[in-house]
């Protein structure tokens, strides 16, 4: 079993910064990738990005690329989603997720495990 933890959340006005964190704990060692994703009310889970646990591979989607930064810490088993210029319309519940298995994925149902999210709202 895999546990993770959000944190990082909140409330900041747009063109600002915010850097979520995702603690993980438990069987590290099945995790081939740590996924991104955010969620606004009444609408389907949003792939954000996501990043090879064991590599450095970063994917993220084209309408974040040039504003959001995934990175991890192995050693601390740790991930983390730095966003900057932040939008109105980043304003969400972000979840951190891991995927077992050989391939990563953009698709929400390949993840295995899921933390229960954090706010971000960004005012206009």
């Known amino acids: 079993q895999v546990q993770l933890v959000e944190s990082g959340g909140g409330w900041v006005q747009a063109g600002g910064s915010l850097r979520l964190s995702c603690i993980i704990t438990?069987?590290?060692?099945?995790?081939?990738?740590m996924g991104w994703f955010r969620q606004t009310p009444g609408k389907e889970q949003e792939f954000v990005g996501r990043?090879?646990?064991?590599?450095?591979?970063?994917y993220l989607v084209d309408s974040v690329k040039d504003r959001f930064t995934i990175s991890k810490d192995n050693a601390k088993n740790r991930m983390y989603l730095q966003m900057n210029d932040l939008k109105p319309e980043d304003t969400a519940s972000y979840y951190c997720?891991?995927?077992?298995?050989?391939?990563?994925?953009?698709?929400?149902?390949?993840?295995?495990?899921w933390g229960q999210g954090t706010q971000v709202t960004v005012s206009s």
């Open positions: 997720a891991a995927k077992r298995g050989s391939n990563s994925s953009e698709n929400a149902k390949d993840y295995d495990y």
């Open positions: 990043i090879i646990w064991n590599g450095d591979n970063v």
């Open positions: 438990g069987r590290t060692d099945s995790i081939t990738a």
